[in-house]
């Protein structure tokens, strides 16, 4: 894909417009992590803006809910009595909030400075923007992938969790694929730690899809969004701190089989006509899961 980099007003001393924005957090035993994630949010909250907070626990057991409701009262709290995913569990965000934008944020992340004050103004000045997202930061600062191309019969090669990325060629694709732009830019696709959205384009779209249970979700909706005519742009001048993995990695192997689930949801969904390379896909898929997971319980791979 050939990103169109752009020539846009991200902020300055005069604001067009005030709005509401909506934060949905997702949160599944990560207490402190959702803790200093909900601190960073009110430290950094939009000054041109209201703010509404909701996190919608999937049901954990290690006190998050509790610890929610006594350190942050005015953040509305959804308990859930099962895990019922990343989509799920965000549109019923989405329906509990009033919000003009909506940010849907992963709770390991901690914003940076005035980040939602430069999105917001953003939003406002360029009001055929259907999704932006910002730049997602190691905490050492280092940047990490925040947008990516629609996935294809041909990149899938050189996806994040392909094992052929350890390999010099592959490597420098995959590297290609998930290159951060330096300025504002017209992307497919941003990561859906870190999505603004707005309402007028959930009542265009719909929600979230709730067959992707966790990954690729943010990938189906930019597609939907795309379809529709509106521009998904990456805004590297808004900035969080991504810790990472803080959920993922209690439970890797389901984690990794999810991923892999979904996206031969999305190639069935959004290329269902081409059966026979959806067949492949997912033989493909299958077996690369049962390579990963073979490789990982190696005693060679422990030591």
């Known amino acids: 894909m050939e ?12 604001v067009a417009d005030t709005q509401t924005l909506s934060v949905v957090i997702l949160s599944y035993n990560t207490r402190e992590t959702t803790l200093n994630c909900l601190r960073s949010l009110f430290k ?10 909701v996190v919608i ?17 005015q953040v509305k709290l959804i308990r859930n009595s099962r895990n019922r995913g990343f989509a799920a569990g ?31 103004d953003f939003m406002n000045r360029n009001p055929d923007v259907g999704i932006a997202g910002g730049a997602m930061i190691e905490p050492n600062g280092k940047p990490q992938p925040s947008c990516q191309p629609f996935p294809s019969y041909q990149n899938i090669l050189f996806s994040k969790k392909s094992l052929l990325t350890t390999i010099g060629g592959f490597k420098h694709k995959f590297d290609e694929y998930r290159r951060v732009p ?26 979230l899809d709730e067959r992707f249970f966790f990954y690729v979700e943010d990938l189906d909706f930019a597609k939907r969004v795309s379809q529709k005519g509106w521009r998904v742009v990456y805004v590297p001048q808004v900035k969080a701190i991504h810790m990472g993995g803080e959920s993922t990695s209690k439970n890797p192997a389901k984690c990794y ?8 949801k999305y190639f069935t969904k959004h290329h269902r006509k081409n059966w026979p390379m959806n067949a ?4 493909g898929l299958t077996g690369h899961f049962l390579l990963w997971w073979l490789f990982e319980h190696l005693p060679s791979s422990r030591s």
């Open 44 to 53: 950094h909250s939009p000054t041109i803006g209201e703010l509404e907070a």
């Open 182 to 207: 330096d300025a504002v830019t017209d992307v497919d696709a941003v990561a859906g730690g870190f999505l603004f959205t707005r309402r007028e384009v959930l009542h265009d779209v719909g929600l």
């Open 57 to 73: 626990d999937n049901s954990s057991s290690d006190g998050s809910p509790e610890a929610i409701e006594e350190e942050f009262p």
């Open 257 to 264: 089989w999810w991923h892999h689930k979904s996206l031969l």
């Open 280 to 283: 492949a896909v997912g033989a």
């Open 3 to 14: 990103r169109r980099r752009i020539e846009t007003d991200v902020a300055s001393k005069t």
């Open 90 to 120: 965000c549109n019923q965000g989405i329906r509990a909030t009033d919000g003009d934008v909506l940010l849907l944020l992963n709770s390991d992340t901690l914003l940076v400075d005035q980040s939602l004050d430069v999105m917001l």
